[in-house]
């Protein structure tokens, strides 16, 4: 999903033009990305001459920091070594369901576009 580097970001208003879905809009003289509407099509990348949309593969470092900072916020709620212990397996087995969904949803994907 794209997303816009703010701080890159000139506000020359190409992707707001540009997008099929208007799903971009100007905010405090830069552009933003309304992704309820945003239908992934990638104009926006392409257009940008400063390069400011970006591709979200770059937050991962971010959201993987993120998920362990609220984990390690939820494991203070538990003092005992075990409590704790039983906690950190839940998360492990609450991102493996996430990755699982994931994966399924990727091979449901490669079958529709074996299909095309």
């Given amino acids: 999903m794209p997303w816009i580097k703010?701080?890159?970001?000139?506000?020359?208003?190409?992707?707001?033009?540009?997008?099929?879905?208007?799903?971009?809009?100007?905010?405090?003289?830069?552009?933003?990305?309304n992704m309820d509407i945003c239908i992934r099509c990638g104009t926006c990348h392409d257009v940008c001459p400063q390069e400011a949309v970006r591709h979200d593969s770059e937050l991962i470092p971010f959201e993987v920091e993120s998920n362990i900072e609220q984990t390690r916020e939820l494991l203070k709620n538990f003092e005992s070594e075990d409590e704790r212990r039983q906690f950190l397996g839940r998360m492990i087995k609450h991102f493996n369901k996430e990755k699982i969904v994931a994966e399924k949803s990727i091979k449901k994907i490669q079958t529709m576009i074996a299909e095309e």
Wanted: hydrophobic share 30%; proline share 0%.
């Fill in 6 to 33: 703010q701080e890159d970001c000139t506000g020359c208003g190409i992707c707001i033009d540009q997008c099929r879905v208007h799903a971009i809009s100007m905010g405090n003289s830069t552009a933003h990305i």
